[in-house]
């Protein structure tokens, strides 16, 4: 495998196809997911010369075919990660993306802050909804459950579909677990973690 390297370079400015739509970029994220596809380690690998980039956020200045024009995202939209790399990429000053892949973000939100909310998010979703397949019956135990993106996120999308649960160090935050749908919730500075599972 030859050496990979990114590499800035001045490319025409790219028409949107059918589906498409241009965005001026204002702002990318920066994730693990990029960094191992460009060494070859991700789920699918670069067929060089490759774009690369999963998540921006910025204006929509023109659109393909079949797009609908009147969408009200085409001022302030954030690029999420709904595509392959292998297709698409948004490090760039302009990026094309699929219309189904853009979605509107908070006015009160700077383009960062717009682009950096939801692969995180996606991964978690992906990794125990996706993947995971938890269902009815499962038992699903969630450290450090009072983090946003790995704790307070999935107890709520796990809440109709497993039996969760949630540790954290102290029982500070056990009304807040419970809110957001874990069952139960073990302190572990307070009480022996695997005598309570096992209970």
């Known amino acids: 495998m030859g050496r990979r390297f990114l590499?800035?370079?001045?490319?025409?400015i790219p028409e949107p196809g059918k589906g498409e739509v241009r965005l001026e970029v204002k702002a990318i994220g920066l994730n693990r997911a990029e960094v191992m596809f460009r060494r070859g380690r991700y789920l699918e690998s670069p067929t060089l010369p490759s774009k690369i980039g999963y998540e921006a956020a910025g204006v929509v200045e023109a659109v393909g075919p079949e797009v609908d024009k009147e969408l009200g995202w085409a001022r302030r939209s954030a690029r999420f990660p709904a595509f392959l790399m292998t297709q698409y990429g948004v490090y760039g000053e302009v990026a094309i993306v699929p219309?189904?892949?853009l979605a509107v973000y908070p006015e009160k939100l700077s383009a960062e802050e717009g682009t950096s909310i939801w692969m995180q998010y996606l991964t978690a979703y992906g990794a125990l909804i996706w993947h995971g397949q938890i269902t009815k019956g499962d038992f699903v135990i969630?450290?450090?459950?009072?983090?946003q993106v790995w704790g307070l996120r999935p107890s709520r999308w796990l809440r109709r579909r497993g039996d969760q649960y949630a540790t954290q160090r102290t029982s500070k935050k056990k009304a807040t677990l419970v809110e957001v749908g874990a069952a139960h919730v073990i302190a572990?500075?307070?009480?022996?973690?695997l005598a309570r599972l096992k209970k």
């Open 7 to 12: 590499k800035i370079q001045d490319e025409p």
């Open 99 to 101: 219309a189904t892949a």
């Open 142 to 147: 969630i450290t450090a459950a009072s983090q």
């Open 188 to 193: 572990t500075q307070e009480e022996d973690f």
